[in-house]
């Protein structure tokens, strides 16, 4: 049997930047991991996310950025429109005075950035392929058995475990969630015409399809949402069937687009825990929450849950109090709960109001759109919430 100060299930972006934040405190905490270490293989963008400021603030104070800014794409542009009419809305870094309006950065790369700073810290040991039994949790602490036969007594669990969080079902948090009614389709592409460093959205009548810039000037991201039903019949395009129809999606705004890389495919939904902590057990990230990608901010919001919840651990412990005090739980919990509400409603409203084929709504939208777009102080402030640059940010994350 071992016994440990905290416990982080899941080595995902989030929890390994928790167990970075938390290393320095001199608590003994240990991270298990169902897949395995991350990989130092080359980069291969099959997983990528656009990163905000406040996250590149968090990960740059934790040393990991520079080995995530070395393959990831700063873009200074972003472009949003609307297929069906003549709504569109620009934003560029200069006009925001701005470094960049974000960085393209590859899922895996994060990973092992900061895995790599982890291992500095003897206090903090990593267990990969790893399988959970079971999770059993008392008023003093959380017995885990894993890999059939070890032990592990925690004071305080952290679910980081993704969408599915087995921590989250173990204790029985109940989750609200609702069915999009699409799919992700993620691939790289290759452009015919340069990206010039711009994030570009379309809005079609079945879901938006981002085109995300990567270092080379010719090779994006694609997140392309379609309506569920339609997966089965666009996987089984042959390339260059499937090339056409996500070139005429993208009205050939870079040109012609081909395949570079296999096209995966993710059901989206959206998922709110109603209830983040139980006794010692404490969702984080996505297994608290999971939202539409469209605005690509389920990361960035998951770094500044597990941000907040490090700082309010230190705060405990500088005032030697409990690291596992309900109270100081609580706070995480509505602190977090607040921000996430925020961006699921406003994710919901966009998709459900640019998914709808009602001519009145949508003319409504495409005067919206151009009405902001042309509206320098509500830009600004749209601009800020999704640089990362306002909201009831942690500390290390803050401008
Ligand atoms: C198509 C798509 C595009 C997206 N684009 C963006 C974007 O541009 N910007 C952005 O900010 N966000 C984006 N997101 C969201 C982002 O990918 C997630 O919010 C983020 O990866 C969640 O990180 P996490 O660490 O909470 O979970 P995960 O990355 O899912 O990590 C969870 C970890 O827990 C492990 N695990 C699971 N179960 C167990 C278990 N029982 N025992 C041990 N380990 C376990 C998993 O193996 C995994 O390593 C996108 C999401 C999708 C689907």
């Given at each position: 049997m071992r016994n440990t100060d905290i416990t982080i299930v899941g080595a995902g972006s989030a929890g390994l930047t928790l167990a970075l934040l938390l290393a320095p405190l001199n608590l003994n905490i240990v991270v298990l991991e169902q897949g395995k270490a991350p990989d130092i293989s080359p980069v291969n963008y099959q997983r990528v996310s656009a990163l905000n400021l406040a996250s590149k603030r968090l990960l740059s104070h934790l040393g990991a950025w520079p080995a995530i800014a070395k393959t990831a794409a700063a873009y200074q542009d972003m472009q949003v429109w609307d297929s069906d009419s003549f709504a569109k809305i620009a934003f560029n870094a200069e006009t925001e005075q701005v470094e960049a309006l974000g960085w393209i950065c590859d899922n895996e790369q994060i990973r092992q950035a900061l895995y790599q700073q982890l291992?500095?810290?003897?206090?903090v040991s990593c267990q990969f392929n790893c399988v959970i039994n079971s999770l059993v949790q008392s008023d003093r602490e959380v017995l885990i058995n894993f890999n059939q036969q070890q032990l592990l007594l925690s004071r305080l669990v952290v679910g980081a475990d993704g969408i599915n969080s087995l921590v989250r079902k173990a204790a029985q948090l109940p989750q609200m969630h609702s069915h999009y009614n699409q799919h992700a389709l993620v691939a790289t592409i290759k452009t015919e015409?340069?990206?010039?460093?711009t994030a570009r959205q379309v809005f079609l009548p079945g879901g938006p399809l981002a085109l995300l810039p990567l270092a080379d000037p010719h090779l994006c991201s694609i997140v392309w949402s379609v309506p569920s039903a339609d997966v089965p019949a666009k996987l089984a395009l042959a390339e260059n069937e499937f090339n056409q129809a996500l070139s005429a999606a993208s009205q050939s705004v870079l040109g012609v687009l081909s395949l570079q890389s296999p096209v995966r495919n993710f059901e989206l939904q959206m998922r709110y825990a109603s209830q983040w902590l139980e006794q010692r057990i404490v969702l984080v990230a996505d297994a608290a929450h999971s939202v539409h990608p469209l605005a690509g901010q389920g990361m960035n919001l998951g770094l500044m849950d597990v941000a907040a919840l490090a700082q309010l651990i230190e705060q405990q412990l500088q005032a030697g109090k409990?690291?596992?005090?309900l109270r100081m739980l609580r706070q995480y919990e509505r602190w977090r709960k607040a921000e996430a509400v925020n961006l699921i409603a406003a994710m919901e409203a966009f998709n459900r109001t640019f998914s709808n084929k009602n001519p009145l709504l949508k003319l409504i939208r495409a005067i919206g759109m151009n009405t902001v777009d042309k509206a320098p102080w509500l830009k600004k402030q749209i601009m800020a919430a999704a640089l990362g640059?306002?909201?009831?940010?942690p500390e290390l994350a803050k401008p």
């Open positions: 291992k500095q810290h003897n206090n015409l340069p990206h010039q460093a409990d690291i596992t005090e640059n306002s909201g009831d940010l």
